[in-house]
C-alpha cells in the first residue's frame, strides 16, 4: 500500500499564483521528501524535510511537516508554466533498510 | 558527466519472452532501486539494492529479477512470469548516509 496521500489530485493555477500542495502519511517516518516528474520523463529531486525539522526552504520551494497530523504541505510561490508537472511526496521510513514510498502524486497545471 | 542512464528508452516485447531493461550510474552510490510506474500512479518498489553482491525484494517483487555484481550497474530482469508488465520503469541510485534519490529517464516497456 503506499504510505504517502497527495492533496489535491489535480490543481489549477494561472501563472504567477502560489501552488500549495499537501501529502499525509500513516507510519513514522526518518524524512519526508518531494519530487518533481515532467511528463514521460524520471523524478527530480527537489527537497528533503526530516522528522525533526519543521520547515524548509529552496528558492521558490518551502515545506512544512507535522508529524503530530502526520501531514507535509509544499508551497510553490510566485509559479511559472515551466512548473508545470507531477509532484510527489515520499516517505523513507527509519531503519537501516530505508527505502521511498511514494504517493499517487499531483498534477500541477500552470496557465501563461 | 555524472549521472544515472536507462536503455533502451523503449522496448517491445512479445508475450512470453524475458526482458532485460539496463541501468547504470557513474555516481559511485552504493544503494540502486527499481520502480514501476503505472499511468496516474505512483512509484511502487520492485527490487533494491543496498551494496554490491546484494538486494532485496520490494512490494511488488514477483515476476522479476535483479542482479548487482557491480556497483555501477543494477539491472532488471521482466520474466514471462509478471502477469501486467506493460509499465514505465524507472531506476534510481543513492549514496550512503543521504536520503536524496537520483533517478534515470526510464524505460518505457510495452507488451504486444
Known amino acids: 500500500s503506499q504510505q504517502g496521500e497527495e492533496d489535491p489530485q489535480a490543481l489549477s493555477i494561472q501563472e504567477g499564483e502560489n501552488a500549495t500542495m499537501n501529502c499525509s502519511y500513516k507510519?513514522?517516518?526518518?524524512?519526508l521528501q518531494w519530487y518533481r516528474q515532467n511528463s514521460g520523463r524520471g523524478l527530480v529531486h527537489l527537497i528533503l524535510?526530516?522528522?525533526?525539522?519543521r520547515e524548509k526552504h529552496s528558492g521558490r520551494l518551502r515545506v512544512t511537516l507535522d508529524t503530530s497530523k502526520k501531514s507535509s504541505s509544499l508551497l510553490i510561490t510566485a509559479s511559472r508554466a515551466a512548473d508545470t508537472a507531477s509532484y510527489f511526496c515520499a516517505t523513507a521510513t527509519t531503519g537501516a533498510n530505508s527505502k521511498l514510498t511514494f504517493g499517487k502524486g499531483i498534477t500541477l497545471s500552470v496557465r501563461p | 558527466d555524472g549521472g544515472i542512464t536507462q536503455s533502451p528508452k523503449y522496448l517491445f516485447r512479445k508475450e512470453g519472452q524475458n526482458v532485460t531493461l539496463s541501468c547504470e550510474q557513474n555516481?559511485?552510490?552504493?544503494?540502486m532501486y527499481w520502480y514501476r510506474q503505472d499511468p496516474g500512479q505512483g512509484l511502487r518498489l520492485i527490487y533494491y539494492?543496498?551494496?554490491?553482491?546484494?538486494?532485496q525484494k520490494g512490494d511488488i517483487a514477483e515476476g522479476y529479477s535483479v542482479s548487482r555484481e557491480k556497483k555501477e550497474s543494477f539491472p532488471l530482469t521482466v520474466t514471462s512470469a509478471q502477469k501486467n508488465p506493460t509499465a514505465f520503469y524507472l531506476c534510481?541510485?543513492?549514496?550512503?548516509?543521504?536520503?536524496?534519490?537520483?533517478f534515470g529517464p526510464g524505460t518505457r516497456l510495452t507488451v504486444l
Open positions: 555516481l559511485n552510490h552504493d544503494a
Open positions: 534510481a541510485s543513492r549514496a550512503s548516509g543521504t536520503g536524496e534519490q537520483f
Open positions: 539494492s543496498q551494496i554490491v553482491n546484494d538486494f
Open positions: 507510519t513514522s517516518i526518518n524524512n
Open positions: 524535510i526530516r522528522s525533526n525539522e
